[in-house]
């Protein structure tokens, strides 16, 4: 399609831009002149050179677009039409997704050249992710141990997330890798080094190419130029202290035992920060200005990437004081709405979505501060769902601790007896308990959720299982 495009433009500039999150529209098209801008998603590739050539004739084609848009003809973020899943929410950190070329670093005002890091850190900026060292806490606390700590500082953004439920991170890292290193280049430079590496899966070698060409663009415009280093593919890999294990080669990928933690001694034994590709995107936006620190919900956002029983994921970005509920206008659920998995695989399930996408809000409510609404259809079982969640913690853990090892065996255990009729709750309780307390990784303490949080939601439908009969119909196989 790009070539088409590129084959039949003379003076029309064709350029190729990241996604925007919203796989419903990929590939997206926009035909823009002016300060006007017309949307066209998934178009065929004859309608691709039709555009063009209206361009070349000095017409912008409007004909058919799913919204035109009237905008700043100088602006550097996606325009939004005002209905569709692009209007859902801000689109802030998102903002340059679909919209400027992820290797022209000149599309990019670099914050990080001229502005310090510590007023990002005072902030109370807190870190986004599973796979960041300093998740939903404050990352001015893990920078400054980083700094203060004897060696030579690194800085490591983790990518690799073997959970594809969880798409922000790789939206921006190939949609505006810039506002990534740029944030990474403000914080080598709170630390005072210039070394940085990025982790990502072996298996994704598209987004290392992509990567690699943006590193290579920007080298010149920052003083930062990380190197790429691969990890598995496999979701333990992207706990933090495993990635670095992962980053260093070695030959059991294990959540290291904490602390000390990765700021005292991390890659290489070196004082180590470690963030998701969103936090650092997000402290290239606190760079620009205080809209994008967490002091404030009202003015701060959260990256949401709804999945699950829908047509097509969406990766979206709303306000911290907005409800979750507003996830279901930017997909289209397939069947009807009968719950929520809210958090990622060890997300905890809800019936309801009114919350706000706050870490101590989610967390009060038991659900997963991930950035992933999973929502699934009256076909799905609660019973079925948490126990499959179960029996992949078991299969997915590095065996390092006995809570993590042994306990999410026992977990899945207890699930299956519920098929055969027994149902132990305060069994299943206690072992939730004693996971969440003392396994080693967010792993282990999180892997209990679904079945607690399904308990709580579902209880009568694990009854009904112990009698014989999935309320859903789906585990006739099974009883
Ligand atoms: S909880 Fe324990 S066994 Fe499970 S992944 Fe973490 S360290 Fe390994």
Request: hydrophobic share 40%; aromatic share 4%.
């Amino acid at each position: 399609m790009l070539s088409a495009a590129r084959s039949t433009a003379d003076s029309v500039t064709v350029l190729r831009t990241g996604p925007t999150g919203i796989s419903e529209y990929d590939p997206l098209v926009l035909a823009t002149d002016a300060g006007r801008t017309a949307f066209f998603p998934t178009p065929e590739t004859s309608r691709v050179r039709d555009l063009v050539t209206a361009m070349e004739d000095g017409e912008l084609p409007t004909d058919g677009a799913a919204a035109v848009v009237d905008h700043d003809a100088e602006r550097t973020t996606l325009p939004v039409p005002t209905d569709g899943p692009l209007a859902v929410g801000k689109r802030r950190v998102l903002g340059p997704c679909g919209w400027l070329d992820p290797l022209d670093p000149t599309a990019y005002q670099f914050h990080s050249l001229d502005r310090d890091a510590s007023a990002v850190a005072d902030a109370g900026l807190v870190g986004r992710g599973r796979c960041d060292a300093a998740a939903d806490e404050p990352v001015a606390d893990a920078w400054r141990r980083a700094r203060e700590t004897d060696g030579d500082p690194v800085v490591v953004v983790n990518a690799n997330d073997a959970d594809d439920r969880q798409r922000a991170d790789r939206t921006l890292l190939a949609g505006s890798p810039m506002s990534v290193l740029d944030g990474v280049a403000a914080v080598a430079e709170y630390l005072g080094t210039a070394d940085a590496v990025i982790h990502v899966a072996e298996t994704d070698t598209e987004l290392r190419a992509r990567l690699r060409e943006a590193i290579d663009a920007a080298a010149d415009e920052l003083p930062v130029v990380p190197v790429v280093a691969t990890g598995p593919d496999e979701y333990r890999a992207g706990e933090p202290t495993a990635a670095l294990e992962a980053i260093e080669g070695a030959d059991r990928i294990e959540p290291r035992l904490q602390p000390p933690t990765p700021a005292e001694y991390g890659l290489y034994g070196r004082p180590t920060v470690i963030h998701t590709p969103r936090t650092f995107a997000r402290v290239r936006l606190a760079l620009a200005g205080p809209e994008g620190t967490d002091r404030d919900a009202a003015s701060t956002t959260r990256l949401l990437t709804v999945t699950g029983d829908v047509a097509a994921p969406a990766t979206i970005e709303v306000g911290s004081d907005a409800r979750l509920s507003k996830a279901r206008n930017a997909v289209e659920l397939e069947g009807s709405f009968k719950m929520a998995c809210v958090g990622g695989v060890f997300g905890g399930l809800t019936r309801t979505l009114d919350i706000t996408p706050t870490a101590a809000e989610l967390t009060a409510a038991g659900l997963g501060t991930e950035g992933v609404v999973e929502l699934l259809n009256d076909e799905r079982c609660a019973v079925a769902t948490a126990g499959e969640r179960a029996r992949f913690a078991s299969e997915a853990n590095s065996g390092r601790c006995v809570p993590g090892r042994e306990g999410t065996v026992q977990l899945t255990e207890l699930l299956r007896a519920v098929y055969q009729g027994s149902f132990d709750r305060g069994k299943i309780r206690e072992l939730g308990r004693v996971m969440s307390r003392s396994s080693n990784c967010l792993l282990g303490a999180h892997a209990p959720r679904p079945v607690l949080t399904a308990m709580d939601e579902f209880e009568s439908s694990f009854e009904a299982h112990t009698d014989g009969r999935c309320p859903s119909g789906t585990c006739s196989d099974k009883l």
